[in-house]
Structures are given as structure tokens and as C-alpha cells.
């Protein structure tokens, strides 16, 4: 997810167009072939496959996921769905206690940030906010690697245009 800030001086964070140009450009492809065997020698059961994947490509590109911070109004709205059909939260800037980044290895039962991990035990970052009543609501889980630092910078930013805490348990490395 990439953050951007809107000409009103909002902030949204979440998936770009690209992705949802790449899944579309592989359902036309994929639609494409499809036609194209059908054409050849008619349906067969080797014509499944494509089928399968041209629905889970349309699932990407109609997936949504996204974050609406307007410090103006004080909201933080959380929309998630599929091409029309979305879920909408909203929540007050007020209810926010602090926007927090924690780090930890996955399959590592001790949550130790400073662990390494190899394989599959891959180090994460976790970005999230942080409510009064001391539940949280994750925005992001990406593995540590793949953030290479944006969503860490992506949270800060947010922080400071929303006016809310931010805090994490370990020092920023880039």
C-alpha cells in the first residue's frame, strides 16, 4: 500500500492503480487465450484452469482496501470491498490514542524485535492504530523486507497530519 496525499490535504494510504492494471491487463490476456482455445478445438477440461484463473484475477483487480485520513474533519475512513459492494468504517481522530509500528519474526513465540529471522520465520512490521479503550485495528502487516521502510515513514507521516501520537518499539533503521 503507498500513501498519497489528496489536494485537499488529506491523506490516503492504500493499493495503487497499478495493481489494479496489472490484475486487469492479466484477465484480458487470460480471456484472450480462453477465446482463442475455444476457437481451436472447442471446451475441453485443460479450459478450467484458465477459468480459475482469470476469476482470481478479476478478484484482484476489483479488490479495494483503503485508508481516508482528513485532519480537516477528523475522521479516519477504513473502506474494504470488492468492485462496488464496500465496507465502510469511520472513525473519530479523538478515538485514536496513538498510531504505532511494531516489528516481530514470525513463528517467533517470544515477540522479540530484535530476533532474526531466517526461512519462513520472516521478520514483520505491523502498522496500526491505537484506541482509548486499548483496542487496535491493523492496517498493514507486510514483511519487514517488502516495507523497506515506507510504511514505517508512511505511518509518521499520517501521525503528523492527523495531529496523533506515534510511537514504536524500535528506532527507525533507513
Given at each position: 500500500?503507498?500513501?498519497?496525499?489528496?489536494?485537499?490535504g488529506?491523506?490516503?494510504?492504500?493499493?495503487?492503480?497499478?495493481?489494479?492494471?496489472?490484475?486487469?491487463l492479466?484477465?484480458?490476456v487470460?480471456?484472450?487465450?480462453?477465446?482463442?482455445?475455444?476457437?481451436?478445438?472447442?471446451?475441453t477440461?485443460?479450459?478450467?484452469i484458465?477459468?480459475?484463473?482469470?476469476?482470481?484475477?478479476l478478484?484482484g483487480?476489483g479488490?479495494?482496501?483503503?485508508?481516508?485520513?482528513n485532519?480537516?474533519?477528523?475522521?479516519?475512513?477504513?473502506?474494504?470491498?470488492?468492485?462496488?459492494?464496500?465496507?465502510?468504517?469511520?472513525?473519530?481522530s479523538d478515538?485514536?490514542?496513538?498510531?504505532?509500528?511494531?516489528?516481530?519474526?514470525?513463528?517467533?513465540?517470544r515477540?522479540?524485535?530484535?530476533?532474526?529471522?531466517?526461512?519462513?520465520?520472516?521478520?514483520?512490521?505491523?502498522?496500526?492504530?491505537?484506541?482509548?479503550?486499548?483496542?487496535?485495528?491493523?492496517?498493514?502487516?507486510?514483511?519487514?523486507?517488502?516495507?523497506g521502510?515506507?510504511?514505517?515513514?508512511?505511518?509518521?507521516?499520517?501521525?503528523?497530519?492527523?495531529?496523533?501520537?506515534?510511537?514504536?518499539?524500535?528506532?527507525?533503521?533507513?
Open positions: 500500500m503507498k500513501i498519497k496525499k489528496l489536494r485537499d488529506s491523506l490516503l494510504y492504500g493499493l495503487t492503480i497499478f495493481n489494479k492494471v496489472v490484475y486487469g492479466f484477465c484480458v487470460l480471456l484472450i487465450g480462453f477465446f482463442s482455445v475455444l476457437d481451436d478445438g472447442g471446451f477440461p485443460a479450459t478450467i484458465p477459468i480459475l484463473l482469470f476469476i482470481i484475477s478478484g483487480a479488490y479495494r482496501e483503503e485508508w481516508h485520513f485532519p480537516h474533519k477528523g475522521e479516519i475512513i477504513y473502506k474494504i470491498g470488492f468492485l462496488f459492494w464496500v465496507k465502510r468504517e469511520v472513525y473519530s478515538e485514536v490514542k496513538r498510531i504505532t509500528i511494531t516489528h516481530f519474526v514470525r513463528g517467533n513465540p515477540r522479540d524485535p530484535q530476533a532474526k529471522g531466517r526461512g519462513r520465520n520472516r521478520p514483520m512490521v505491523v502498522f496500526s492504530l491505537q484506541f482509548h479503550d486499548d483496542s487496535t485495528k491493523d492496517i498493514e502487516i507486510i514483511g519487514e523486507r517488502a516495507s521502510g515506507m510504511t514505517e515513514g508512511a505511518a509518521l507521516t499520517i501521525a503528523s497530519v492527523m495531529k496523533i501520537a506515534y510511537w514504536q518499539d524500535r528506532q527507525r533503521e533507513r
